[in-house]
Nanobody, 122 residues
Framework: HVQLVESGGGSVQAGGSLRLSCVAS????????TGWFRQAPGQEREGVAV???????AYAESMKDRFTISVDNAKNTLYLQMNSLKPEDTAMYYC?????????????????WGQGTQVTVS
């Protein structure tokens, strides 16, 4: 079992930056994939970025040049650095983890989820 807790959300002006954090606890040694997803009201949850156990990353096309996913394994912490934020980035952001090790999906099929942290861009 893995527990995930996000933090770092808040309100920011368009063009600003935020860094989200996700601390994992429990059976973290079994995690093969971690990622960030977001969901705006009335919309489906969409993948933002994922990272596998080798450090390989994948991003949604609209966020590739603005967002950076990283992980600090020693701290069991996943990060999402968000730059050049736009109003359309406003959403609840969730971190997720799964045991996949060969390919990390951008679909919301992960086993473990955090509670979410709100990001509002005005």
């Amino acid at each position: 079992h893995v527990q995930l807790v996000e933090s770092g959300g808040g309100s920011v002006q368009a063009g600003g930056s935020l860094r989200l954090s996700c601390v994992a606890s429990g059976a973290t040694q079994d995690i093969g994939c971690t990622g960030w997803f977001r969901q705006a009201p009335g919309q489906e949850r969409e993948g933002v970025a994922v990272i596998d156990s080798d450090g390989d990353t994948a991003y949604a096309e609209s966020m590739k040049d603005r967002f950076t996913i990283s992980v600090d394994n020693a701290k069991n912490t996943l990060y999402l650095q968000m730059n050049s934020l736009k109003p359309e980035d406003t959403a609840m952001y969730y971190c997720a983890a799964d045991s996949l090790v060969l390919f990390c999906t951008m679909r919301d099929l992960y086993k473990y989820w955090g509670q979410g942290t709100q990001v509002t861009v005005s």
